[in-house]
């Protein structure tokens, strides 16, 4: 386990490289003026001089990387362009209304998507298997923002049941785990949860058939084993599959949901990257991906250990 730990580590720290690299030379080559938001319309050459020294955008383009890293690693992602406030504590902000709505979304996902993908998988090719594949193609395929709005028009604006947008009763501020709270992360969790409860059906439902399949399922019912004993050895040789797709489903909606967040005001890293985008604020930019990219490759390394420690021929491999 420690060998695989740190291998994992080692194949880590190249991946979070070339990421840093790819992030600072997308940011850098897209089209505008980053000052364009702080400076007034009638602002001297002098002024744009200043500024520039001042953000560092004077400097060559390897320099200026060289520096970002170097304070990135050090906790140190800049001060943005827009607002002047320190990234580091608008993204850390973000991150943490991100988890809370990616982790209720995988939730909502893993249990409906096994409940699907097992039910299916145990009725092949029934009528019960077809229904649970159309519902899993249906959440693969239907577009998040169409959702959305599709949500806040039937339980928004026309039975008034759930609030449509914001963070919570008082904005971004004093979150709480409570129904006051909730209420504003329901509809935006349901409309992320379509994708990870398709992909996670379609995972466990082609698990669960591939082990039915296979000879010690026979061997088990030959032994006078009832079918829930027999569920039980399916679970647990689904589950490590299983829950290494929900892991990863955590991270690719922590990145992925800015079109959600922003049709419902979320205040989470996807508005927060929408508004940097349209703001040109590349040092806010540029740290929100950084972390939304660490944050996935550190996932993804718990994932790695933690289908090693389930499954027994992850170890033996």
Known sequence: MISTLFYRILLAIPTMLGVAVICFLLVQIAPGDPL?????????????????Q????????????????????????????????PVISEVMSAVSYSLRLALL??????????LFGFVAGYFRNSVIDRLASLLSVF?????????????????????ALLPATGGGP???TGWQWDWAHLQFMLLPAITLSVIPTGIIA???????????????????RARGLNESRIFIHVVKNAAPTALAVM?????????????????????????????AIFQRDLP????????????????????????????PRFKRS
Request: no cysteine; hydrophobic share 55%; charged share 10%.
């Open 54 to 85: 001042a953000y560092g955008f004077d400097k060559p383009l390897p320099v200026q990387f060289m520096h970002w890293l170097w304070r990135a690693l050090h906790g140190d992602l800049g001060m943005s362009v827009a607002t002047g406030r």
């Open 105 to 114: 979304a995988t939730v909502m996902g893993f249990v409906l998507g096994s």
């Open 284 to 311: 806010l930019l540029q740290g929100t991906i950084w972390v939304l990219a660490l944050f996935f490759v550190l996932l993804n390394l718990l994932v790695d250990v933690l289908q090693t420690s389930l499954d």
């Open 247 to 275: 892991g990863l489903q955590v991270g690719y909606l922590m990145g992925g949901s800015i079109l959600v967040e922003t049709v419902f005001s979320w205040p989470g890293t996807g508005l927060l990257l929408n508004t």
């Open 36 to 52: 364009v938001s702080v400076m007034p319309p009638d602002a001297s050459e002098a002024m744009r001089q200043t500024l520039m």
């Open 170 to 172: 008082i904005g971004e």
């Open 139 to 159: 959440g693969v395929s239907v577009p998040h923002y169409w959702l959305g709005m599709l949500l806040v028009i039937v339980f928004s604006v026309k039975f």
């Open 202 to 220: 379609r995972t466990v439902r082609s698990q669960v058939a591939d082990i039915l399949s296979q000879e010690f399922i026979v061997g088990l």
